[in-house]
């Protein structure tokens, strides 16, 4: 079978919502589960639309809180995907809250979750390719693959076979930290 290309612009979600007092802890500020919850339904929509198939959350990278969300402020979830693989996809996000009284708009929250397409037995089933278009596109795509090496070596580096103790003793000195370690 021949191989599918999609452009990123073919996986672009949407979506605005009011935040409502439910929805709120007790300063009257949205809640930073909810908010995630909002987060993963809308990376489910992106990753389902660009890949036709039914996809499955695999991982979230970094989700920094940078602005409050309060009740009443109008919330907007846009998705696209950054990057394909063979079978899992990331999907970047950006949430901006928008004060209906005043018109100021805040970006709250960024982030990039990994979905991976499934079929109907749960195993991984392939995804499109993609075309990059311009620089930008490039740059996020380039971007994802620079975090999955990342990721993949601090997970080499910690993981119980292959860590050792000794030049972080030193380092984590200047910590918050008393190093009550047995010396070997
Ligand atoms: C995600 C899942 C389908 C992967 O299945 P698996 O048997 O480990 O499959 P593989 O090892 O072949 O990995 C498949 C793809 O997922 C990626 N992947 C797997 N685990 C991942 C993780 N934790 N973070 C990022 N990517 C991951 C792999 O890199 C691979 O990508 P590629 O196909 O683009 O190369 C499986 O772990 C799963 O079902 N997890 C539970 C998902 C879930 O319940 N989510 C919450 C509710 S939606």
Redesign the pocket.
């Known amino acids: 079978m021949q191989q599918e290309y999609k452009m990123m612009s073919e996986s672009e979600v949407t979506v605005s919502e009011l935040m409502k007092p439910a929805n709120s802890n007790f300063s009257g500020k949205i809640h930073g589960g909810y908010i995630l919850g909002l987060m993963d339904q809308i990376a489910?929509a992106s990753a389902a639309k660009y890949s036709n198939a039914y996809c499955?959350?695999?991982?979230v990278n970094r989700v920094n809180f940078c602005y409050p969300v309060s009740v009443g402020d109008l919330l907007t979830l846009k998705a696209r995907i950054n990057y394909a693989?063979?079978?899992?996809m990331v999907i970047g996000m950006r949430v901006e809250s928008e004060n209906l009284k005043t018109g100021a708009i805040n970006h709250c929250n960024s982030s990039y979750f990994?979905m991976?397409a499934?079929d109907e037995n749960?195993?991984?089933t392939k995804v499109p390719g993609l075309i990059l278009k311009d620089q930008e596109d490039v740059r996020r795509f380039a971007k994802s693959v620079k975090r999955q090496a990342l990721t993949k070596e601090r997970d080499r580096e910690f993981s119980q076979e292959d860590f050792t103790i000794q030049p972080y003793l030193e380092q984590l000195k200047d910590y918050n930290v008393m190093i009550d370690v047995p010396l070997q």
């Open positions: 489910y499955v959350t695999a991982s693989g063979s079978s899992s990994t991976v499934v749960g195993k991984p």
